[in-house]
Every structure is written in structure tokens, then in C-alpha cells.
């Protein structure tokens, strides 16, 4: 059964740093443009970063954009989000996910419709 498990989401301090990870199982992942998404209580879920298949193009959301890197490996069958310099207001669960159809995906897709499969979720809380 193809699934999706993230980690690494915890408390921390606002300026701090934290790398999420999400490993992917049962399907090729290395074939899959992969994305992170978060959702804040009361808010729809958004668009954080995304990355293609080889790893060589990444996009990010205006508001973490300079802030968090998103990168993948593939041998690992895992990606990645390296988050730096944390506001309160990036507060959320954040979700891993992987695009409903294999290649390589142009542009930033930041609709949630268009993601096939997504993990449970992992909480990042960060204090003021």
C-alpha cells in the first residue's frame, strides 16, 4: 500500500530551525513532483514548497520563500524541508504530498485538487 509518513515536526523556539522529513513507500517516488503543504487551525490548507523528480527545480510560497528549502533524495525515497528562522505564524500541521500523476510538473502547483496522495501530517508548533 503506497503511503506517505511524515516527521520531525515539534515545538520550537521563533527563530529556530527545524527539518521535516517524509518518506514515501510502495510506488516510485522518484518519478513525482512532491510538495509540502500546511494547515493552521481555523485555515485552509496552503501551498508551502514543492519539488520536481530530478530535484533540480523547487518553489516556494512568497511567505517562506529565503526562510525554508525543500530537497528530496531519492535513493532515500524521502523528502524534505529544511525550515530556518521560525514565526509564530508558521504554526500548523504540515502535510507531505505527492502529485496525482508521474513527471515533471511546470510551474508552482499550489492547488491541494491536484495532489494524489497525502500523509498524516506532522504539528510544528513555534513559540513566541
Known amino acids: 500500500q503506497v503511503q506517505l509518513v511524515e516527521s520531525g515536526g515539534r515545538l520550537v523556539q521563533a527563530g529556530g530551525s527545524l527539518r521535516l522529513s517524509c518518506a514515501a513507500s510502495?510506488?516510485?517516488?522518484?518519478?513525482?513532483?512532491m510538495a509540502w503543504f500546511r494547515q493552521a487551525p481555523g485555515k485552509e490548507r496552503e501551498f508551502v514548497a514543492s519539488?520536481?523528480?530530478?530535484?533540480?527545480?523547487?518553489y516556494y510560497a512568497d511567505s517562506v520563500k529565503g526562510r525554508f528549502t525543500i530537497s528530496r533524495d531519492n535513493a532515500k525515497n524521502t523528502v524534505y524541508l529544511q525550515m530556518n528562522s521560525l514565526k509564530p505564524e508558521d504554526a500548523a500541521v504540515f502535510y507531505c504530498?505527492?502529485?496525482?500523476?508521474?513527471?515533471?510538473?511546470?510551474?508552482?502547483?499550489?492547488?491541494?485538487?491536484?495532489?494524489?496522495?497525502w500523509g498524516q501530517g506532522t504539528q510544528v508548533t513555534v513559540s513566541s
Open positions: 510502495g510506488r516510485t517516488f522518484g518519478t513525482y513532483t
Open positions: 519539488i520536481n523528480p530530478s530535484g533540480a527545480n523547487t
Open positions: 504530498a505527492m502529485y496525482f500523476r508521474p513527471g515533471s510538473i511546470e510551474g508552482r502547483r499550489v492547488r491541494t485538487i491536484e495532489y494524489g496522495l
